[in-house]
């Protein structure tokens, strides 16, 4: 009788558990949310979950992490595994080099980069003619002493079955890209690259 009585508490107890873990889990869906964990951060409230976001979201979060290291560590950011675009490359390199010698020439380059943590604030797909995944991703940089956080927007590609960086935009009044290519811009065209005219300016 004991026996039957523990089993049965058992199977209750189970039984209670799975039904508030699934009102949980419709909960969530009922408003919209859905996070995705990822090695480099996560995802949250997006509407997209399909395996190409992930990638989008995975190679946005290791550009940026590259990034924040080559500029205050100095070391290297290989732009081929992330742009094709040559002016992008160009203007990624520029960028990069021109923020490391600032850091350095004012002595803040001891002061080093630890570790570089990201959510993502919003992913779209936009379809079209030149389809491709809007990123705003916020990052929050570790360093020795201190912290600090930056929004980024990106632009991604299906190129030949490879996810590109089309475009990115670091915002904040005093950040390379605000300087460079004005403050406030709307980041929305995945060919503004291969615009020459408009580019011999900033690159």
Request: charged share 25%.
């Amino acid at each position: 009788m004991k026996q039957t009585y523990l089993v049965l508490l058992f199977v209750t107890m189970w039984l209670t558990s799975a039904c508030e873990q699934s009102d949980r889990s419709m909960n969530k869906e009922e408003h919209g949310v859905s996070t995705t964990q990822t090695g480099t951060g996560t995802i949250n409230n997006l509407s997209l979950s399909t395996l190409d976001s992930e990638k989008a979201y995975e190679l946005c979060a290791e550009a940026l992490s590259e990034y924040y290291k080559a500029i205050w560590n100095g070391l290297k950011f290989d732009v081929s595994r992330y742009m094709d675009n040559p002016n992008l490359k160009q203007y990624t390199e520029k960028k990069i080099k021109s923020q490391y010698n600032l850091f350095r020439k004012n002595n803040l380059t001891y002061n080093q980069v630890k570790e570089v943590k990201m959510d993502a604030e919003k992913v779209d797909y936009i379809e079209g003619e030149q389809s491709f995944y809007y990123l705003k991703l916020n990052a929050r940089i570790t360093k020795d002493v201190g912290e600090y956080a930056e929004s980024t927007e990106f632009l991604i590609q299906d190129m030949k079955g490879k996810l590109i960086i089309v475009d990115w935009y670091t915002s904040g009044k005093d950040s390379y890209d605000s300087i460079m290519r004005g403050e406030s811009q709307v980041i929305n065209n995945p060919v503004i690259w291969e615009d020459h005219a408009n580019l011999l300016e900033i690159i």
